[in-house]
Nanobody, 126 residues
Framework: VQLQASGGGLVQAGGSRRLSCAAS????????MGWFRRAPGKEREFVAG????????RYADSAKGRFTISRDNNKNTLYLQMNSLKPEDTAVYYC????????????????????WGQGTQVTVSS
């Protein structure tokens, strides 16, 4: 399985950014997906997760109301639309695929994800 995250970059506070994650290697539409991030000096944290069909999602409190996770199973691609960005959103963002979580709160758990992308840097300037 290969997960290729893209779309990161430098954005001003209040701006928007859309991250993409292109997946290959196993049937994308069969697996839940998630976004995590690691800020400088901090541990990796959950951002958002989505089940195989897109009808079950979970968000970190920090992402609710600002970020939207979605997927296009025809394109084998996961997305994270980020709006109203803040300097504290600065981090490396990772996409991941779960071989064990089907839907619900398990989407929040990093140990449910068995494949990880390389990460894309998002920097929000104040």
């Amino acid at each position: 399985v290969q997960l290729q995250a893209s779309g990161g970059g430098l954005v001003q506070a209040g701006g928007s950014r859309r991250l993409s994650c292109a997946a290959s290697g196993r049937t994308f539409s069969s697996y839940a997906m998630g976004w995590f991030r690691r800020a400088p000096g901090k541990e990796r944290e959950f951002v958002a997760g989505i089940n195989w069909g897109g009808d079950s999602t979970r968000y970190a409190d920090s992402a609710k109301g600002r970020f939207t996770i979605s997927r296009d199973n025809n394109k084998n691609t996961l997305y994270l639309q980020m709006n109203s960005l803040k300097p504290e959103d600065t981090a490396v963002y990772y996409c991941a695929q779960s071989g064990t979580c089907v839907a619900g709160d398990c989407l929040r758990n990093s140990w449910e994800y068995d494949y990880w992308g390389q990460g894309t840097q998002v920097t929000v300037s104040s």
